[in-house]
């Protein structure tokens, strides 16, 4: 649309006169930026694969790095001591609250800070920590404040409510372009990473640590890891399900199937951890997303599925980083108690906003992640390939076709025409009390390609 094409040219012409990110582009060209650009993601992670892998752990409830990092202070006379010393307040955007929250509740443990720029190094080219220990993307605090400097204690805000005290420790200028170019493969404004990155961001980077006074307010309680292992069962696995969008029939299949995986022993559970902070542009809102897994989560709760089933939601936003995002979901909820992580087709992937094209391959996220899984002692569970038959529900593809099954397929073009014209939703494709939530919200909706 011409909206979309005006937006991208304008992210374009700001980021070209101090950058070499790459503006949208058409036909051959586009096809030959986008294969240096994946010819640099492979070989930076052939660097890894060459000699830095640390020790193969097998899966566990430890938390990563055997350190369960808690930052919040409890005590009210505290917080207002710690809060009153600050230099000067600011507000925190969407994104920056989400990376706080987690630092502070130990979801990003053992980080106790966004890094400084030794750290964000280590990790934008080698995917590991200084002291060598894996890490999936760099945590930032990204800024274009004169004030914010090393020496400085600054009281993070969301609105009127303090959240934390950020104590910087340096301030550095970051190379964008490399750090999209490891980190996403990509340094092409077509993929959302790289264009949140290159315009949402503040120019410089400030790394310090945090203590942290108030939970965000939200719609939604996000639990922290202490809060949600306490409910766990100790002895059996906990399969984590990451997701970003509502939950239709087939995704229920998938992960409560999971259960019954190979890899994965008897009795366990699945938690559902959707990530409710921001994602791409045209994805359903956090809050409507919720909403659909609180209702879902009502009406399954007394199923035999249901009953091994835990609902948990993770202040996170996406960077749509494909393989390496798959290790950082796969760290966080090792911290939240997980054993296991399932992880299917593109996951955490994302396609060109011009042509469409996917800008990793279908099993990228997943070989990558069987790769470095025995290292972070979390097993990745492939997800099932699962269709809908007419004769025998849901099934694998590659079962179907040998049985000559009769599929049925709804796509989501269709689906959403189907919502905006009040037509009645197949069961076999969504839930009706998601499609309910959905039909509440059909701004989100109207979004959606």
């Known amino acids: 649309t011409m909206h979309t094409t005006m937006k991208y040219l304008l992210a374009a012409a700001g980021v070209a006169a101090a950058s070499a990110f790459t503006a949208p582009m058409a036909g051959s060209a586009q096809l030959a930026a986008r294969g240096k650009a994946v010819s640099a993601r492979s070989s930076a992670r052939s660097a890894v694969r060459a000699g830095r892998a640390g020790p193969v752990m097998m899966a566990s409830r430890q938390v990563w790095h055997g350190k369960q990092v808690d930052l919040m202070l409890t005590d009210d006379a505290e917080k207002a001591k710690v809060a009153a ?121 400030v790394g310090g640590s945090v203590v942290g006074l108030n939970k965000p307010s ?109 290790i950082q979901h796969m760290m966080i909820r090792k911290n939240f108690g997980c054993t296991h992580f399932i992880i299917g087709r593109d ?29 972070l002692g979390v097993m990745p569970v492939p997800s099932l390939n699962l269709v809908y038959t007419e004769e025998k529900d849901y099934v694998t593809a590659d079962e179907a076709k040998a049985a000559g099954l009769a599929e049925k397929k709804l796509s989501g073009t269709k689906f959403r025409q189907m919502l905006r014209g009040g037509e009645e939703i197949p069961e076999w494709f969504a839930f009706k009390s998601v499609v309910e939530v959905l039909r509440g919200d059909m701004a989100s909706v109207d979004k959606l390609k």
């Open 85 to 205: 010393a600050t230099d000067f307040a600011m507000q925190l955007d969407a994104r920056q609250l989400c990376d706080i929250e987690l630092l502070c509740n130990g979801g990003l443990s053992p980080l106790t800070g966004p890094m400084n720029e030794a750290t964000y190094q280590n990790v934008v080219n080698d995917m590991r920590l200084p002291s060598g220990e894996i890490f999936g993307l760099p945590i930032v605090f990204a800024t274009d404040d004169a004030n914010m400097v090393a020496g400085k204690k600054v009281l993070l805000k969301q609105g009127d409510l303090d959240i934390a005290v950020l104590t910087i420790e340096d301030r550095f200028l970051p190379d964008k372009v490399n750090e999209c170019k490891q980190c996403y493969g990509q340094t092409t404004l077509e993929h959302p990473g790289v264009l949140m990155v290159a315009t949402q961001r503040g120019q410089y980077y």
């Open 218 to 326: 939200r719609e939604f309680e996000c639990r922290t890891p202490v809060e949600v292992r306490a409910d766990l069962p100790d002895v059996v696995d906990i399969v984590a399900f990451q997701c970003r969008n509502p939950i239709h029939r087939a995704h229920y299949e998938l992960f409560t199937r999971a259960l019954d995986a190979p890899e994965v022993g008897k009795d366990a559970v699945c938690l559902v951890h959707p990530t409710c902070g921001p994602t791409q542009a045209d994805d359903i809102s956090g809050d409507t997303r919720y909403k659909t897994y609180v209702k879902l989560a009502e009406e399954t709760k007394d199923t035999d599925k249901g009953k091994r089933t835990r609902w948990d939601y993770l202040p996170y936003s996406m960077h749509m980083a494909g393989p390496r995002e798959a």
């Open 347 to 375: 996951m955490a992937g994302s396609k060109s906003s011009i042509t469409g094209d996917d800008f990793y391959g279908a099993y990228e996220a997943q070989d990558f992640a069987k790769m470095h899984g025995p290292e």
